[in-house]
């Protein structure tokens, strides 16, 4: 397989480039920066922005089929930005896609295109995108999703995966962040009780991109659908978090906010930090109050039946593998 993966150097990128190089794939790798790691692996790496078509180009050319993971994370930044990245540039590697005869496209996108602020419990792929967004990434998530169904026909066949809260060794974004929050005495819970969430460990994230890409073809039953991709197993958030904090050789977080004020402080920070135009993310916004607050959790029939997916790493073991490599990575 000729692959090339966008965002090949990131989080979620990197896994899957992996789990390709594992099976003998021929990898290439676009994304702005340079990876060294990726150098040492041997990949391809060719830099650019997803809205530049040259690099675009030349990324894709001779191969047969693109992950696009690459995307503009987080909650907060100008819609503008997230627009560009998120819409403009998965709008470019579809039209690069076609133009360069590159025959599949495995999308990631996320289970937030489908969140309005509410409860979700054991949701499936027939929610609907909802008539108001609380964050510009979900909404720029799911306006690329969109194109990219829409993309599926005869020369080239789509899929989108939306994996939720993805964690594991190597976590840039989550883990961090918790580690950070925790070690400063600014972590707390979201007073939640009974509410589910769902996760899922970077590996059973990337198998599933390798199993979208088997089952991939024009008319096959996954072409053009979007699938959630989940450990299967949801949990009280605060149990995920206390989870990962211990596997950082932390201890539990145990203050609480209520969903009311942590909806509140979200306003109010959202309003300091547009007021001021600060780049930096504020700790609370209204998105993430929410998220913290509700349940989420997905059911994994679809993806199991037409992707052949099975969550094979599970919680507990995962947090054994993000232990050892906090460990062995001096981060704990
Ligand atoms: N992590 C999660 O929990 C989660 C959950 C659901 C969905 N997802 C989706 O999974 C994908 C990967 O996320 P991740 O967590 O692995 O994030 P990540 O580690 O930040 O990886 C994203 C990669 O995209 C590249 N990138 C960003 N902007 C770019 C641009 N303008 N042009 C070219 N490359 C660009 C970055 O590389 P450079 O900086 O070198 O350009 C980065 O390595 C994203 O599509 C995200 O929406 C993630």
């Not at 979700?120 to 792929?125: C, F, K, L, T």
């Amino acid at each position: 397989m000729k692959a090339l993966v966008t965002g090949g150097g990131g989080f979620l990128g990197g896994a899957i480039v992996r789990q390709l190089l594992e099976r003998g794939a021929d990898v290439r790798s676009f994304s702005r920066g340079e990876h060294p790691w990726l150098k040492k692996l041997g990949v391809e790496q060719v830099r650019g922005d997803l809205c530049d078509l040259g690099a675009l180009r030349r990324a894709a050319a001779g191969r047969e089929i693109v992950f696009h993971a690459a995307a503009m994370p987080g909650i907060w930044g100008p819609y503008a930005e997230y627009h560009r990245v998120n819409v403009t540039g998965t709008g470019r590697v579809l039209e690069v896609c076609r133009e360069s005869g590159v025959g599949k496209l495995v999308f990631t996108g996320s289970p937030s295109v489908t969140f309005d602020g509410s409860d979700q419990d054991g949701v499936d792929e027939s929610a609907p995108y909802p008539a108001r967004w609380l964050a510009h990434y979900p909404h720029t998530k799911a306006l690329a999703e969109q194109l990219v169904l829409a993309a599926n026909g005869a020369a080239l066949a789509t899929v989108s995966l939306r994996p939720h809260l993805v964690w594991g060794p190597r976590d840039n974004h989550l883990v961090p962040r918790l580690i950070a929050r925790a070690k400063a005495g600014k972590l707390r819970l979201i007073r939640a009780p009974g509410k589910r969430v769902d996760s899922v460990y970077i590996e059973n994230a990337a198998e599933a991109h390798l199993l979208a890409a088997e089952k991939l073809a024009p008319g096959a039953t996954c072409a053009g659908r979007a699938y959630f991709i989940t450990n299967g197993e949801p949990l009280p958030m605060g149990e995920l978090i206390n989870g990962i904090l211990r596997a950082a050789g932390l201890p539990p977080v145990t203050k609480t906010l209520s969903p009311r004020t942590a909806y509140l402080a979200g306003c109010v920070m959202e309003g300091w930090y547009g007021l001021l135009s600060r780049r930096s993310e504020p700790l609370m916004t209204r998105f993430l109050a929410r998220q913290l607050g509700t349940s989420h959790w997905f059911k994994l029939d679809r993806a199991r039946v037409d992707l052949g997916y099975e969550p094979r790493v599970s919680i507990a073991r995962g947090l054994e593998e993000l232990a050892r490599y906090l460990r062995e990575s001096g981060r704990a």
